[in-house]
């Protein structure tokens, strides 16, 4: 994993596969910045714990894609009434994929709240 800083805050990072990703500080300052994809509430307990997220979380009542993608796309996710980004992922099949399988992982989490990553403010 590579962390790019600026003035000693991290801001993006990337995967072992070279896809970079902003942080959910730089993500809630600029939320339009990625794809968006929404969980419902069944889901948040499981994303905030790490868990990758599952077609059906995204598919249910409650959930919506707003943003259509491919497989391999950076997204954000957010939660059902919630405002702000509760993590950042990696899409692991096409939205439409999503709907029409509507089972098996649909979204790799690379970064959750309150994981390592949120919890580094500042490196010093």
Same mark, same amino acid.
């Given at each position: 994993? +590579?962390? $790019?800083?600026?003035?000693?805050? *991290?801001?993006?990072?990337?995967?072992?596969?070279? /896809?970079?990703? *902003?942080?959910?500080?730089?993500? /809630? +300052?600029?939320?339009? &910045?990625?794809?968006?994809?929404?969980?419902?509430?069944? $889901?948040?307990?499981?994303?905030?714990?790490?868990?990758?997220?599952?077609? *059906?979380?995204?598919? %249910? $009542?409650? $959930? %919506?894609?707003?943003?259509?993608?491919?497989?391999?796309?950076?997204?954000?996710?957010?939660?059902?009434?919630?405002? /702000? @980004? &509760? @993590?950042?992922?990696?899409?692991?099949? %096409?939205? +439409?994929?999503?709907?029409?399988?509507?089972?098996?992982?649909?979204?790799?989490?690379? /970064?959750?709240?309150?994981?390592?990553?949120?919890?580094?403010?500042?490196?010093?």
């Amino acid at each position: 994993m +590579q962390v $790019a800083f600026l003035n000693e805050v *991290p801001l993006f990072y990337s995967d072992r596969d070279n /896809h970079w990703f *902003p942080t959910l500080r730089i993500l /809630h +300052q600029y939320p339009h &910045m990625m794809p968006k994809l929404r969980t419902d509430k069944g $889901a948040i307990k499981f994303v905030l714990s790490g868990a990758n997220i599952m077609c *059906p979380g995204l598919t %249910s $009542a409650g $959930a %919506s894609i707003h943003d259509e993608v491919e497989a391999g796309t950076p997204v954000a996710i957010y939660a059902e009434d919630k405002e /702000h @980004a &509760m @993590a950042v992922g990696l899409t692991t099949l %096409s939205t +439409q994929e999503m709907r029409d399988v509507n089972k098996g992982i649909g979204v790799e989490l690379m /970064h959750t709240l309150n994981d390592g990553l949120w919890k580094t403010t500042k490196m010093d």
